[in-house]
């Protein structure tokens, strides 16, 4: 059975920064896409940054310049580097790995910026 597995949330200062991990257990095979996503209170959970096709990269408007998406496709695994963190970066952030015939997603980390 297919487990990615989140590390790294916790809770930091305006203008600090977290490293957020995401590793695939289990056999995956030809994975198409990875990404990390989120989900405020009240909010629809949104893509923040994610490989698309061709091995391009993908961020959402308000995260350009302050986060770098990296990844391993051989060893299913895909971080997410935030730096000059905002409160309004308040969420639970997913990972996600697709491809043919699945969909999986982390069960969630806590990233709580103060102001």
């Known amino acids: 059975q297919v487990q990615l597995v989140e590390s790294g949330g916790g809770l930091v200062q305006a203008g600090g920064s977290l490293r957020l991990s995401c590793a695939a257990s289990g056999r995956i095979f030809s994975i198409n896409t990875m990404g990390w996503y989120r989900q405020a209170p009240g909010k629809e959970r949104e893509l923040v940054a994610g490989?698309?096709?061709?091995?391009?990269?993908d961020y959402a408007d308000s995260v350009k310049g302050r986060f770098t998406i990296s990844g391993d496709n051989a060893k299913k695994t895909v971080d997410l580097q935030m730096n000059s963190l905002k409160p309004e970066d308040t969420a639970v952030y997913y990972c996600r790995m697709n491809g043919v015939g699945y969909n999986y997603w982390g069960q969630g980390t806590q990233v709580t910026v103060s102001s």
């Open positions: 490989f698309i096709s061709g091995g391009r990269t």
